[in-house]
């Protein structure tokens, strides 16, 4: 069986709410002691020194546009951005060609994964046919062929008679429902509503349009006990209505994505279409509101809506397609906010591994001996600049491209094996 013992770096685990020097040794595809020296002559050392060593990351949200849409992803490149940015598990979203309203397509995105061995690529069905948001698509048949959750992410379920039923079933089958909060009726622009959008005379989309849908959701979560994940959290009040059911006991969850931590809508003054996400990058006001739910809990944890687009449909800002790519730059955002002091080490660990493994219910997100050995292991203090060399997407959509960046996956391990190290793939 192999032996790797991952020596002398700082453990931050907040499953075992463990933090501090300690050496991992993995026996197999298991973690089999965290302890400090430990001394295992038949194992192969990895030097861990100077370096933060984590549970791996989980990001409930990632589009890798496998099947359809390929020349934008797919399951391999997706899969190499994945654990170079420090993540071993993603959940794929449904909105491919065809997309995954019928069990075949999601026993396709699992067999691939399991193929290539890079990531643990898990599909989220599509809670209604063709994603159309007219009939629920077979979400117990979905379950069976292995989807994880379910979301007709892209396009909002506007129909609140049909997001009900999802929830209902959502309780008996003990999966989340994911909602793109967006009212389409009134989120149709391209960028937020606000001094931007007005300068530019660019068509917007308002906060309002979240909040509406997040209210909603939360009122059918509350009422039939499913348990709703709203998606990519962007409007303050979105937050304080997510609090209020939280507290009354509703089963909500909800992730924020790294880009609405750290920009605004002036973004888009320096980086056109690059910032153009749905929901839209706001306002500070918006942006500090969201830090502080980071901080007091509200927002359960950070997922990267990665969304690669080719170059030739990030023309001008009213036609570009919505989405930026974020798996290789959640880690160094997220240490910013370290660094600023926003939140700890520790919270951002939480946020990007064991909170999202535990909104999945999956066995993820902690390296406590006996658990599945996922483990990053990286440098906060490296510089790097994300572009043609370092990026391993196909696409470059992100505000981020050509920036010096701070922090670095050194070492990915995925189930006991080394699938990452020093820039390149051992699989
Ligand atoms: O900006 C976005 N891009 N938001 C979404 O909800 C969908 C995503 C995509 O698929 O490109």
């Given at each position: 069986?192999?032996?790797l013992?991952?020596?002398?770096?700082?453990?931050?685990d907040?499953?075992?709410?463990?933090?501090?020097?300690y050496?991992i040794?993995?026996?197999?595809?298991?973690?089999?002691?965290?302890?400090?020296d430990?001394?295992?002559?038949?194992?192969?050392?990895?030097?861990?020194?100077?370096?933060?060593?984590?549970?791996?990351?989980?990001?409930?949200?990632?589009h890798?546009?496998?099947?359809?849409q390929?020349?934008?992803e797919?399951?391999?490149?997706?899969?190499?951005?994945?654990?170079?940015?420090?993540?071993?598990?993603?959940?794929?979203?449904?909105?491919?060609?065809?997309?995954?309203?019928?069990?075949?397509?999601?026993?396709?995105?699992?067999?691939?994964s399991?193929?290539l061995?890079?990531?643990?690529?898990?599909p989220?069905?599509?809670?209604t046919?063709?994603?159309?948001?007219?009939?629920?698509?077979?979400?117990?048949a979905?379950?069976?062929?292995?989807?994880?959750?379910?979301?007709?992410?892209?396009?909002?379920?506007?129909?609140?008679?049909?997001?009900r039923?999802a929830?209902?079933?959502?309780?008996?089958?003990?999966?989340?429902?994911?909602?793109?909060?967006?009212?389409?009726?009134?989120?149709?622009?391209?960028?937020n509503?606000?001094?931007?959008?007005?300068?530019?005379?660019?068509?917007?989309?308002?906060?309002?349009?979240?909040?509406?849908?997040?209210?909603?959701?939360?009122?059918?979560?509350?009422?039939?006990?499913?348990?709703?994940?709203?998606q990519?959290?962007?409007?303050?009040?979105?937050?304080?209505?997510?609090?209020?059911?939280?507290?009354?006991?509703?089963?909500?969850?909800?992730?924020?994505?790294?880009?609405?931590l750290?920009?605004?809508?002036?973004?888009?003054?320096?980086?056109?279409?690059?910032?153009?996400?749905?929901?839209?990058?706001?306002?500070?006001?918006d942006?500090?509101?969201?830090?502080?739910?980071?901080?007091?809990?509200?927002?359960?944890?950070?997922?990267?809506?990665?969304?690669?687009?080719?170059?030739?449909?990030?023309?001008?800002?009213?036609?570009?397609?919505?989405?930026?790519?974020?798996?290789?730059?959640?880690?160094?955002?997220?240490?910013?906010?370290?660094?600023e002091?926003?939140?700890?080490l520790?919270?951002m660990?939480?946020?990007?591994?064991?909170?999202?493994?535990?909104?999945?219910?999956?066995?993820?997100?902690?390296?406590?001996?006996?658990?599945?050995?996922d483990?990053v292991?990286?440098?906060?203090?490296k510089?790097?600049?994300?572009?043609?060399?370092?990026?391993?997407?196909?696409?470059?959509?992100?505000?981020?491209?050509?920036?010096?960046?701070?922090?670095?996956?050194?070492?990915?391990?995925?189930?006991?094996?080394?699938?990452?190290?020093d820039?390149?793939?051992?699989?």
């Amino acid at each position: 069986m192999l032996k790797l013992l991952i020596k002398g770096g700082y453990v931050v685990d907040p499953s075992a709410d463990l933090e501090g020097k300690y050496d991992i040794l993995i026996e197999g595809d298991k973690v089999s002691k965290v302890a400090k020296d430990i001394f295992e002559p038949e194992a192969k050392i990895i030097d861990a020194e100077g370096y933060i060593v984590a549970p791996g990351f989980v990001d409930l949200h990632v589009h890798f546009r496998d099947p359809g849409q390929t020349y934008k992803e797919d399951i391999e490149s997706g899969s190499r951005c994945a654990v170079a940015g420090g993540f071993t598990t993603v959940v794929c979203m449904p909105n491919t060609n065809p997309p995954v309203d019928r069990p075949q397509v999601a026993r396709y995105i699992l067999s691939k994964s399991d193929c290539l061995g890079i990531c643990n690529v898990l599909p989220a069905g599509a809670i209604t046919e063709g994603r159309k948001g007219e009939k629920l698509a077979d979400l117990w048949a979905l379950k069976r062929a292995g989807c994880v959750a379910f979301t007709d992410d892209g396009s909002p379920l506007m129909n609140s008679n049909l997001m009900r039923m999802a929830l209902e079933l959502s309780s008996q089958m003990g999966l989340p429902i994911m909602n793109h909060c967006e009212d389409d009726t009134l989120a149709k622009g391209a960028i937020n509503e606000g001094e931007v959008s007005a300068v530019l005379g660019i068509s917007s989309r308002p906060p309002e349009a979240e909040d509406i849908l997040v209210a909603r959701d939360c009122t059918l979560s509350l009422q039939t006990g499913g348990h709703l994940h709203v998606q990519h959290l962007s409007s303050p009040l979105s937050v304080d209505i997510i609090r209020f059911f939280k507290d009354r006991g509703a089963k909500v969850t909800c992730e924020v994505n790294p880009y609405h931590l750290v920009f605004t809508e002036k973004e888009v003054l320096s980086s056109g279409s690059y910032a153009k996400v749905n929901p839209p990058l706001r306002k500070e006001k918006d942006r500090k509101a969201l830090l502080e739910a980071l901080r007091d809990g509200t927002i359960d944890c950070v997922a990267t809506d990665h969304a690669p687009h080719a170059d030739f449909e990030k023309g001008l800002l009213e036609e570009a397609m919505p989405g930026m790519i974020g798996l290789q730059t959640a880690l160094p955002l997220m240490l910013k906010l370290v660094e600023e002091e926003v939140i700890t080490l520790k919270d951002m660990v939480c946020l990007m591994s064991t909170k999202p493994a535990r909104i999945l219910g999956i066995e993820a997100g902690s390296i406590k001996p006996s658990s599945t050995a996922d483990v990053v292991i990286f440098d906060p203090k490296k510089e790097w600049t994300l572009c043609e060399e370092t990026s391993f997407s196909k696409s470059k959509n992100t505000p981020l491209w050509n920036k010096k960046l701070k922090g670095k996956v050194v070492c990915t391990i995925r189930a006991g094996r080394v699938v990452f190290r020093d820039g390149s793939f051992q699989v």
